[in-house]
């Protein structure tokens, strides 16, 4: 991006500047330690204050869902929503689910070192008829992880499913926090469909290489009221290199 001021649309976030991690042109990368069942979750202090900023756009009386994705593949959205979820949960006692929306893949399972499972695909498409079946419990008492399970026949169908709402209306029972790793928005129509059942979103842009015409066009087609705000990712951590040094 060469402008970061396109990016402030005056949203609760504003303007985010997250890690390095970098996903592949399929959504995938390489994990980056936050392993399912792996110890603690590293927590950068850039989440905890994105998680701050998000608890001020939501309302504790109701359940917060908040879609996690980028204009275009690569931009490093699913790190951005494991990071963020993770934050939640340790952070808070509040309970928080991370759902893999993205309808196409199942690459947080292979992040999260997840065995092959059913997940939110064999519900919508009528292979699983329990969702209790798919919920993967986590070290954290209050975080729970709903895995893809496997790539959708039809995933702009799936996304206009009436049984996509009801699961979506049941996990809101029980959550105070939904973290929704979804679908790149300009490649697939998937997220643009889902995106009037979040109430927010948060839109990963890796920082100098998006053009900035190309996430207006994403953030326009989710609807600019629903953007939270922007996750510029792959910049340089606010604290600059000199001082590293005296906290490593």
């Known amino acids: 991006m060469s402008d970061e001021k396109d990016l402030r649309r005056g949203g609760p976030l504003s303007l985010f500047r997250g890690g390095g991690h970098r996903e592949n042109g399929n959504g995938n990368g ?7 069942g792996a110890g603690r979750i590293l927590i950068p202090e850039e989440y905890a204050r994105l998680h701050a900023d998000i608890e001020r756009a939501s309302s504790p009386s109701r359940c917060f869902v908040v879609g996690v994705t980028s204009a275009v593949y690569g ?4 790190t951005v ?34 065995p092959p499972c059913a997940g939110l695909v064999d519900i919508l498409e009528g292979g699983e008829d329990d969702l209790t079946t798919i919920v993967q419990k986590t070290e954290l008492e209050n975080f729970t992880i709903i895995p893809a399970g496997r790539a959708a026949a039809n995933p702009a169908r799936l996304a206009r499913s009436p049984r996509l709402a009801e699961v ?20 697939v129509a998937d997220t643009r469909i889902l995106a009037k059942s979040l109430d927010g979103v948060v839109m990963v842009v890796r920082a100098g290489v998006t053009p900035r015409e190309i996430v ?11 953007v939270l705000g922007v ?10 290199k000199w001082l590293q040094r005296y906290f490593s």
């Not at 931009?75 to 699913?78: I, W």
């Not at 990071?83 to 196409?104: K, M, W, Y």
């Not at 996750?231 to 600059?240: E, F, I, K, R, S």
């Open 81 to 114: 929503a494991l990071n963020l979820a993770g934050t939640i949960a340790q952070n808070s006692t509040q309970r928080v689910a991370l759902v893999d929306c993205n309808l196409r893949n199942w690459d947080m399972q292979t992040r999260l070192n997840l």
């Open 168 to 187: 979506m209306n049941a996990l809101r029972l029980s959550n105070e926090f939904i973290v929704m790793d979804m679908a790149p928005v300009l490649p």
């Open 30 to 36: 390489a994990s980056n330690g936050n392993g399912h």
């Open 75 to 78: 931009e490093g959205k699913t």
């Open 216 to 226: 207006a066009r994403a953030m326009d087609s989710v609807g600019n009221d629903r």
């Open 231 to 240: 996750v510029l990712n792959g910049t340089q951590t606010a604290m600059p």
